[in-house]
């Protein structure tokens, strides 16, 4: 179970070197990660259900959040 994505700028080109924190809403628990060359990301083995808030920030770009994703045992929850 897991969460992936892909940081955009407001053009939809890919932001390299991004962090992208995922955090537990449940436990307070985060994990960073930074984004591929293609701008994306990939968060595995998080417990399943939610909810979660992931947070994007890039030097010279407005930050985004995105609250309350839920994730399930199908796979990984996408995000872009």
């Known amino acids: 179970t897991g ?6 700028d407001d053009a939809g080109n ?6 992208v924190t995922i955090t537990d809403m449940r436990t307070g628990a985060s994990r ?21 808030t992931v947070a994007a920030a890039a030097g010279g770009f407005e930050g985004q959040t995105v609250n ?8 990984n929850t996408s995000l872009t």
Do not use: K, M, S
């Open 3 to 8: 969460i992936e994505g892909t940081v955009n």
């Open 14 to 19: 890919p932001i390299a070197g991004a962090t």
């Open 32 to 52: 960073e990660i930074t984004t591929d060359a293609d701008g994306r990301f990939a968060a595995t083995g998080l417990v399943t259900g939610g909810p979660y």
């Open 68 to 75: 309350d994703i839920q994730t399930t045992l199908q796979g």
